[in-house]
């Protein structure tokens, strides 16, 4: 029997990040403020990114000789919550992001582009 209690707003939608993989960022709040980084991985169902050289945490390691790893206290990053960063420009200046339409290969596409400067985002 199923449970009358399930409700379809139970289940969270994946938040539409506008930062990608491979995106320079610059944190703007927590302890690593101010720190400048490539975004390394993104997680649209918790909203948050992997930056690298942000946010690291010490992790203590098992050794395992079949996999080669040593033991002992490895230092990685940790996942920042997508508000607490803001996209670089080329000139080195934060910004927030936007969408325009251009004409790319006779297509018109929608791009990513940076709100203060107008500059197109996407490499393509």
């Keep these: 029997m199923p449970s009358r209690l399930a409700k ?3 289940k969270k939608k994946p938040l539409r990040i506008r930062i990608r993989k491979n995106d320079m960022v610059k944190v703007i709040a927590g302890r690593d ?15 948050r990114i992997l930056v690298e ?11 395992n000789p079949a996999r080669g790893i040593k033991g002992g206290i490895a230092e ?32 018109p596409r929608r791009v990513r582009v940076a709100v203060k400067t107008g500059e197109i985002l996407d490499k393509k």
């Design 76 to 107: 990685r990053e940790s996942p920042i919550h997508v508000s607490n960063v803001m996209i670089l420009t080329s000139d080195g200046k934060t910004s927030r992001i936007g969408t325009r339409t251009e004409m790319v290969g006779g297509k």
């Design 8 to 10: 379809s707003h139970d």
């Design 33 to 47: 403020k101010g720190k400048v980084g490539r975004v390394l991985e993104v997680n649209r169902e918790t909203g």
């Design 53 to 63: 050289g942000v946010m690291m945490v010490k992790k203590h390691v098992r050794p």
